[in-house]
C-alpha cells in the first residue's frame, strides 16, 4: 500500500519523476535486486542503528522510553529522506529535495513504526515490499 501511495503521490505532486528513475535501472531482475538490497540495508542502517542509538541516547540523556522512540524515528526518517536526494542530479532544486524528504521521509516513519512495533524483520519485509511495488509492479502498468 506505502509503495501505490508513494507512486501516486510522485505522480500528482511531483510529475512522476519516479518512473524515469524506475525504468533506468535496467530489467526487472537488476530492479527486484535494488529492491531487495535498498530494503535489507537501508533499514539495518537507518531503523536498527540509526533509531536504536537515537533511542538509546533519547532515553539516556532527555526523556522517557515511548517518547524517545519517536524522536528516533522522526530524526532517522529525515536522515533517511535526504539519503534519497539524488546524487544524478544536474541541479539540487527545493522540487527534488522536498519530494525526498517528504515521501522517503514518511516512508521511513511508516518503517520506523513498524520496526518499533514488529521489528527489523517486519520493517525489512515491508520496505521490500514497497520496493516491489514500486521497481516491479507499477512499471508494468505504464
Same mark, same amino acid.
Given at each position: 500500500?506505502?509503495?501505490?501511495?508513494?507512486?501516486? &503521490?510522485?505522480?500528482?505532486?511531483?510529475?512522476?519523476?519516479?518512473?524515469?528513475?524506475?525504468?533506468?535501472?535496467?530489467?526487472?531482475?537488476?530492479?527486484?535486486?535494488?529492491? /531487495?538490497?535498498a530494503?535489507?540495508?537501508?533499514?539495518?542502517?537507518?531503523?536498527?542503528?540509526?533509531?536504536?542509538?537515537?533511542?538509546?541516547?533519547? =532515553?539516556?540523556?532527555?526523556?522517557?522510553?515511548?517518547?524517545?522512540?519517536? =524522536?528516533?524515528?522522526?530524526?532517522a &526518517?529525515?536522515?533517511?529522506?535526504?539519503?534519497?536526494?539524488?546524487?544524478?542530479?544536474?541541479?539540487?532544486?527545493?522540487?527534488?529535495?522536498?519530494?525526498?524528504?517528504?515521501?522517503?521521509?514518511?516512508?521511513g =516513519?511508516?518503517?520506523?513504526?513498524? /520496526?518499533?512495533r514488529?521489528?527489523?524483520?517486519?520493517?525489512?519485509?515491508?520496505?521490500?515490499?514497497?520496493?516491489?511495488?514500486? /521497481?516491479? =509492479?507499477?512499471?508494468?502498468?505504464?
Amino acid at each position: 500500500m506505502l509503495g501505490l501511495v508513494a507512486v501516486a &503521490a510522485d505522480c500528482i505532486v511531483f510529475n512522476g519523476e519516479i518512473l524515469n528513475k524506475i525504468l533506468a535501472l535496467g530489467s526487472p531482475w537488476s530492479r527486484l535486486a535494488v529492491a /531487495y538490497s535498498a530494503a535489507v540495508g537501508e533499514e539495518i542502517l537507518f531503523r536498527l542503528f540509526c533509531v536504536s542509538l537515537i533511542v538509546w541516547l533519547s =532515553i539516556k540523556f532527555i526523556t522517557h522510553r515511548d517518547a524517545s522512540f519517536w =524522536i528516533g524515528i522522526i530524526v532517522a &526518517a529525515c536522515l533517511f529522506g535526504a539519503a534519497h536526494i539524488s546524487r544524478n542530479a544536474a541541479e539540487i532544486t527545493l522540487p527534488l529535495v522536498s519530494r525526498a524528504l517528504v515521501l522517503n521521509g514518511a516512508g521511513g =516513519i511508516f518503517f520506523g513504526w513498524v /520496526y518499533w512495533r514488529r521489528g527489523i524483520e517486519s520493517a525489512i519485509i515491508a520496505h521490500f515490499a514497497a520496493n516491489v511495488t514500486i /521497481y516491479l =509492479i507499477f512499471p508494468f502498468f505504464i
